[in-house]
T-cell receptor, first 114, second 110 residues
Framework: GAVVSQHPSRVICKSGTSVKIECRSLDFQATTMFWYRQFPKQSLMLMATSNEGSKATYEQGVEKDKFLINHASLTLSTLTVTSAHPEDSSFYIC??????????FGPGTRLTVL | RKEVEQDPGPFNVPEGATVAFNCTYSNSASQSFFWYRQDCRKEPKLLMSVYSSGNEDGRFTAQLNRASQYISLLIRDSKLSDSATYLCVVNSRGSYIPTFGRGTSLIVHP
């Protein structure tokens, strides 16, 4: 149980385009999901907390207009990187809570912006 | 001082060795503690939760020391497959908001 999927697993796009990443809880309902970014050889950085039916809570320094988060259902949260630039290239990972404090992570999305 | 601190390592140990990692946290009100394992270019996977009474799962033992505000992970009889980055996670700013340490790299060699 507690399986989280992400789609796509890898995306390459041109600078200026928008990219949507989906995070799904497959066998449980997740009222709370988290979005992280991880640059090579660095730790995970929490970007935002996504709560079903309400606005996401963004961490300091994360632009909410650039990283749009929508948590429209109990099993799906989406992160849209708008007008992506090469510096946005990173590993984006979501996680979900399955009723307890432990997080279950999706497999991640590797974004490369050319 | 960072909220959660770990020695990045790497810890380079031979197969069969016992190795221990510590992780310190700054918020004395922290409630939940975890160790995750992350392989290169993969997502973190929950290794074990850390309880006040300690937690043991096979070769892995986790301990919590609230007085000194650290948690530890002990790995006995290291295997090559234990090579990974071990992440300390502390829920510090509420019941579920997580803070990650930067991870400790473990390399187990033949």
């Amino acid at each position: 149980g507690a399986v989280v999927s992400q789609h796509p697993s890898r995306v390459i796009c041109k600078s200026g385009t928008s990219v949507k990443i989906e995070c799904r809880s497959l066998d449980f309902q997740a009222t709370t999901m988290f979005w992280y970014r991880q640059f090579p050889k660095q730790s995970l950085m929490l970007m935002a907390t996504s709560n079903e039916g309400s606005k996401a809570t963004y961490e300091q320094g994360v632009e909410k207009d650039k990283f749009l988060i929508n948590h429209a259902s109990l099993t799906l949260s989406t992160l849209t990187v708008t007008s992506a630039h090469p510096e946005d290239s990173s590993f984006y990972i979501c996680s979900a809570l399955a009723g307890g404090p432990e997080q279950f992570f999706g497999p991640g999305t590797r974004l490369t912006v050319l | 001082r960072k909220e959660v601190e770990q020695d990045p390592g790497p810890f380079n140990v031979p197969e069969g060795a016992t190795v221990a990692f510590n992780c310190t946290y700054s918020n004395s009100a922290s409630q939940s503690f975890f160790w995750y394992r992350q392989d290169c270019r993969k997502e973190p996977k929950l290794l074990m939760s850390v309880y006040s009474s300690g937690n043991e799962d096979g070769r892995f033992t986790a301990q919590l020391n609230r007085a000194s505000q650290y948690i530890s992970l002990l790995i006995r009889d290291s295997k090559l497959s234990d090579s990974a980055t071990y992440l300390c996670v502390v829920n510090s700013r509420g019941s579920y908001i997580p803070t990650f340490g930067r991870g400790t790299s473990l390399i187990v060699h033949p």
